[in-house]
């Protein structure tokens, strides 16, 4: 059974960091992207970042960019999300997910962590 199990969500003021962790397991994740997406209430889900298996690129959505770094350790199958400078708008549930090449749907994904910045 495959998981992807996030944590490290919590509160935070703005401007303030947190990191996000993802953990997976259940199969072999050789090869697979792994991403991070995020959903506020009363809005659609969003793409934050997304690291491939070697981790030679990444990617970032617009609202991220230079605030967020991806990382992951293959050899512990996780993947990690840093978070710094945030703000209010960065408050919504954060999801772990996971694609089986760069190209692919994501097929996988965690049940959230939820992040709160307050003003």
């Known amino acids: 059974q495959v998981q992807l199990v996030e944590s490290g969500g919590g509160l935070v003021q703005t401007g303030g960091s947190l990191r996000l962790s993802c953990a997976a397991s259940?199969?072999?994740?050789?090869?697979?992207?792994m991403g991070w997406f995020r959903q506020a209430p009363g809005k659609e889900r969003e793409f934050v970042a997304a690291?491939?298996?070697?981790?030679?690129?990444?990617a970032y959505g617009d609202s991220v960019k230079g605030r967020f770094a991806i990382s992951r350790d293959n050899a512990k199958n996780t993947v990690s999300l840093e978070m710094n400078s945030l703000k209010p708008e960065d408050t919504a549930v954060y999801y772990c997910?996971?694609?089986?090449?760069?190209?692919?749907?994501?097929?996988?994904w965690g049940q959230g962590t939820q992040v709160t910045v307050s003003s």
């Open positions: 690291i491939s298996w070697t981790g030679g690129i990444t």
């Open positions: 997910a996971a694609r089986p090449n760069w190209s692919s749907l994501y097929i996988y």
């Open positions: 259940g199969r072999t994740f050789s090869g697979y992207t």
